[in-house]
């Protein structure tokens, strides 16, 4: 049983990978299509470096995954503050209400706002109403659930004699916010901001209902591109965002790693404090 | 001091709760009165709704499709997850990595590359050629869909069945031990049954993304194949009918929230039942 | 006599129209070891957290020195503070926890340097300074905190609780750790506490509360032998309380006879309050005996046995080195200076029947009865 699930798992993993190893062996490939494998080449990547249109779109991507990651994080956090000191109640409503774009299929969630955007546009007059700015919005509104539910218990483990120990040994109350309350958040902050940024990069189907023709992202690209041949410096593009990607998930995890250890080495020093009151 | 605190409570989560009503709520909300006014007259109707009955197979289809998936995800993954868990812990993090690392890659990308392993002139019937056996009708099949929502969203049941198993207590397993059960009843009456909150978690995670997926259908099904999020992204992109298009994503949001207060019924029950 | 450091006056508290506080008077001299002593939920710690500043009185002021402090915030404020299960940072090894307050105020390196490993010397904590604060005991976080809060050298220390999470052993030894360091630095210690042997054990000043009051001020001795009401004659060490009559000074009648002692200035034929203690309750041949009764309950303390006798129907607690068995009957006398007089007060007949006693229940009423309810209140209210 051990050993069959043991193969299980790798023959699962190997089904993970087998496309995305597909892929970045055909950014390797002289051949055109994916499934036909001609001589080796790195001409994909030149291809891929030298094509403007190209590496602007995945600027707009980059661009709008990091402000929106950026913005997300600290709104989000500076609301999980607010959100904290309203009643039990009103707390409750909120958190249900951050729950609805995590919960709700994005394809709702895209429509609805493509929705809110037309009738606004409406309302102003404005003739393209879609763009960078409806973008941006719609990938904050769905970054802002990942960070506020990643710090959310952060703020709830947080010791509070902690931050009136800062106040006490002579901290201002913002000093005592950035020396302690701060530091103690970060991880949570950190994932949850990371997680937001994967996220939004590899949006899609949100981004394909209020993107306009004035700015798109690459994936939405992608997905109009689908009607010709894709062309193939685009998996050489994958490569090269399957390494990054690889890189901030490792970054991310020794984030995690090294606040693991210190909440488990607390929960410890916590274990023995209620059993030397037992 | 009160008042000083009463304002600076608002500055801080006002500009939130401001933000999720515009861009949350309010949008809900216009999906809800599109769904129910007439597209000409912008009067009160339930045209849309009973309009969609003609579409009422597509439902089903996508509630079926969706419910294989969520089923084969939960078979599938756990053993992984089980295996994940009970790796060490330096080992846990890289496995945990690597289930995450496709989630985050792009995901119209790697169907693309299921099609191009799927083909009739791809590399799966090309490698059975090879054999002597196919070509097979693979692509443009109800399995290929199948196929390609468990691929897409596989890791996201293996994760809530992972962090579920590794918080189970092993006393517990201990105690089922030395109270003389075997090893198979071991896993049906003590591990599964509480891994169930992960079950549940997970099926919602697979089964919301699923059932309103539009792209994998479009790529890897036949034009009998399309799905609600098919039929959704059209009166949006091709007929534009935001009307009859609000009310299939209404009908759609109930749907899912009846299934999961089904769900979470039965965890709740379950909850009882084993204290 | 030293001079005043702090001064209450009139200190009132509520939260959300609950009152936590009422009319709090009370002076701490400087060097001085004050204890705040009271179940949970008398308002001890709210008390405390308003002279650090973390409270503001809804009415009162608070002196420090002679110079009103109520709304200065807590930073600008001599006084530092030993919470409840100390509240280290986290993010910070030992020594960057103790320097923290020493780098707020921008001191020069090598001074921070030298002053915390004074500190940490005088803590018995030398060669921890790189430890993470994680990777101790509870006891040596316990030292940590202490440190951290003296190496600002306030006039005043508040400590909350700070012994609460430690097991017995420790408790005793930090209590004299504790004491010698206050001693040694001449610091002002204001110390809250439940636990009435500590209080007695460490203070000059025990200040005894209950429901938002003060009920009694006093040295420990004062307040262990001149208890003001049933509330402290209880919750101070045992007693036995019972109904009397004072018919003149120095006479006063209980359990149907009439008894000589050393209390005076009350009316005549005032209705009082009589405590007698049971380690001074002496056991003698039953024939010769002021009071009878039937032992019900024997407990074997080590030291000494603890019977409940059952004098028609009233169970007294006494303590005594020689054994009865259980059933048998005894008679005690009371000496005259084993009988104290209280006045009645709303806590009359509330306590001092031992009829439905238990020593485990009991502690666990004190120690644990509302407590997280009522913190969680106050910080709700705070917030």
Avoid at chain 2, 141 to 161: D, K
Wanted: aromatic fraction near 10%.
């Amino acid at each position: 049983m051990k050993r069959f699930n043991r193969i299980f798992t790798v023959a699962v993993f190997i089904f993970l990978y087998a496309p995305i190893l597909l892929l970045v062996a055909a950014s390797f490939s002289s051949g055109t299509s994916l499934s036909n494998f001609e001589g080796f080449t790195l001409s994909r990547y030149s291809e891929l470096f030298s094509d403007k249109n190209m590496l602007g779109l995945l600027l707009n991507s980059l661009i709008v995954a990091l402000i929106s990651s950026v913005v997300a994080s600290v709104f989000g956090t500076v609301s999980c503050f607010g959100i904290r000191r309203l009643g039990r109640r009103a707390q409750k409503t909120v958190m249900t209400v951050t729950n609805i774009p995590m919960t709700n299929p994005e394809i709702v969630t895209g429509i609805s706002l493509a929705l809110l955007f037309v009738f606004i546009g409406q309302m102003l007059k404005l003739k393209d109403v879609m763009g960078f700015w409806t973008l941006l919005i719609a990938h904050i509104t769905f970054n802002l659930p990942y960070v506020i539910l990643s710090v959310m218990p952060k703020l709830n483990q947080l010791d509070r004699h902690v931050g009136e120990a800062a106040l006490d040994l002579g901290c201002t109350p913002i000093k005592a916010f950035f020396k302690v309350t701060l530091p103690e958040i970060l991880p949570g902050i950190i994932s949850g901001g990371l997680m937001a940024f994967t996220m939004s990069l590899d949006d899609f189907v949100i981004s394909y209902f209020v993107y306009g023709p004035a700015f798109t992202t690459l994936p939405v690209e992608i997905y109009t591109y689908t009607k010709k041949p894709l062309p193939p410096k685009l998996y050489a593009l994958f490569t090269v965002l399957f390494l990054a990607i690889l890189l901030v998930m490792i970054v991310m995890n020794i984030v995690q790693a090294r606040d693991d250890n210190r909440s488990r080495r607390n929960k410890n020093a916590k274990g023995e404090i209620t059993l030397t009151r037992i | 001091m009160k008042r000083r605190n009463n304002v600076f409570k608002l500055l801080l989560s006002g500009p939130y709760l401001i933000w999720m009503a515009i861009f949350v709520l309010v949008p809900m909300g216009m999906v809800l009165y599109f769904a129910l006014t007439d597209p000409d007259t912008g009067r009160f109707t339930l045209d849309n709704l009973m309009g969609i009955e003609e579409f009422l197979p597509v439902f089903g289809e996508s509630v079926w499709l969706a419910a294989v998936s969520a089923l084969l995800c939960i078979v599938i993954a756990y053993p992984v997850a089980y295996v994940i868990a009970k790796a060490a812990p330096s080992r846990q993090r890289v496995l945990i990595l690597l289930v995450m690392l496709p989630m985050c890659m792009s995901f119209l990308l790697r169907t693309l590359a299921w099609v191009a392993l799927l083909e009739d002139t791809g590399i799966l019937n090309r490698l059975l050629g090879s054999l002597g056996i196919g070509p097979l009708k693979l692509i443009r099949t109800r399995g290929a869909v199948i196929l390609g929502m468990v691929y897409n969203y596989l890791p996201y049941m293996i994760m809530p069945l992972y962090s579920v198993l590794t918080k189970l207590d092993r006393r517990l397993i201990e105690a089922a031990e030395d109270l003389g059960c075997s090893g198979t009843q071991v896993f049906f009456k003590v591990i599964l049954p509480l891994s169930a909150p992960g079950i549940i978690s997970g099926t919602t995670m697979v089964f919301v993304p699923a059932v309103s997926t539009f792209y994998i259908s479009k790529k890897l099904g036949s034009s009998g194949t399309a799905l609600i999020g098919d039929l959704i992204e059209s009166q949006f992109k091709q007929s534009y009918n935001p009307n009859l298009g609000a009310a299939m994503s209404l009908v759609l949001m109930v749907m899912i929230f009846i299934c999961m207060g089904i769900m979470n019924r039965f965890a709740g029950q379950d909850e009882v039942s084993r204290i | 006599m030293e001079k005043e450091l702090i001064r209450l006056a009139d200190i009132a508290m509520q939260f959300d129209g609950e009152e936590v506080l009422r009319s709090i008077n009370l002076t701490v001299r400087d060097k001085e070891f004050v204890t705040l002593l009271g179940p949970s939920g008398c308002g001890k710690t709210t008390t405390l957290r308003i002279i650090g500043g973390f409270e503001t009185p809804t009415s009162g002021e608070v002196y420090f020195d002679g110079e009103c402090i109520t709304n200065l915030p807590p930073y600008k404020r001599k006084v530092n503070t030993i919470f409840q299960r100390y509240a280290l940072f986290p993010h910070l090894n030992v020594f960057e926890n103790v320097a923290f307050g020493l780098r707020i105020q921008k001191l020069p390196e090598e001074e921070i340097r030298s002053r915390v490993l004074e500190m940490l010397a005088l803590v018995n904590l030398k060669g921890y300074e790189r430890r993470s604060t994680d990777a101790l005991s509870g006891g040596q976080q316990q030292r940590v905190a202490i440190a951290r809060a003296l190496v600002c050298r306030p006039r005043l220390l508040l400590l909350d609780e700070p012994l609460g999470a430690l097991d017995l052993r420790l408790r005793k030894d930090m209590q004299a750790e504790l004491k010698r360091i206050q001693q040694q630095l001449g610091i002002t210690f204001v110390y809250v506490t439940h636990d009435q042997e500590e209080a007695l054990a460490m203070s000059d000043t025990v200040v005894v509360m209950d429901k938002g009051r003060i009920q009694q001020i006093g040295t420990p001795e004062d307040i262990y032998n001149e208890p003001q009401n049933a509330f402290v004659a209880d919750f101070i060490g045992e007693s036995n309380i019972i109904d009397g009559i004072m018919h003149e000074d120095r006479l006063v009648e209980f359990c149907g006879r009439k008894f000589a002692c050393l209390d005076g200035g009350f009316e005549k034929r005032e209705n009082v309050d009589v405590v007698i203690r049971p380690e001074d309750i002496d056991i003698i041949p039953y024939q010769n005996g002021h009071i009878k009764g039937t032992v019900t309950s024997v407990t074997f303390k080590g030291v000494h046995y603890e019977f409940i006798i059952d004098v028609d129907g009233f169970k007294w607690m006494v303590q005594s080195t020689d054994y009865r068995e259980l059933g048998s009957e005894v008679a005690f006398i009371i000496e005259p200076d084993a009988i104290h007089i209280m006045k009645k007060s709303e806590y009359s007949g509330m306590f001092g029947d031992y009829s439905t006693y238990s020593e485990a229940y009991d502690r666990d009423i004190r120690e644990f009865d509302g407590e997280e309810p009522q913190e969680e209140k106050q910080y709700e209210a705070e917030e």
